[in-house]
């Protein structure tokens, strides 16, 4: 959601924004960061390289950060999404909110909600 907030816009944008503003608290943690920040550096997008270290940065002031404790392996798939639980469940996150259909695939996480941009807007508004 972070990255296509960053480079799309629109629903993960608008999602982005209510942590920006405080409505909500983004749960982020290191691997996370990394990943979003490794993702961002890509030449297909096209960032400089200052410009993703600023967005980085920002992130990390919005952001709680949360340890990432390994979890029991959950996401076979693509055992690489299970840091997100593992993001949500140690931060105490209220809802999951992802692109990844992966991630979307199982619903939710140890009665933690897995919403898309979309959805967890429907739910707060």
Known sequence: I?????VFGGKPREVLELCIKGRHQLVACAAIVAETEA??????????????????????????????????A??????????????AVNGKADAIISGD???KAIGSHR?????????FLARVE
Do not use: N
Not at 111 to 119: F, L, R, V
């Open 2 to 6: 972070i990255v296509s907030a960053v």
């Open 39 to 72: 993702v961002l550096t890509r030449p297909k997008f096209g960032f400089p390289v200052e410009a993703v270290r600023m967005i980085t940065a920002e992130l990390l002031q919005i952001a709680e950060l949360a340890e990432t404790k390994r979890i029991p």
């Open 74 to 87: 959950v996401i076979a798939d693509d055992p690489d999404d299970d840091v997100v639980l593992a993001c």
């Open 101 to 103: 259909r992966h991630v």
């Open 111 to 119: 009665k933690i909600p897995i919403y898309d941009a979309a959805g």
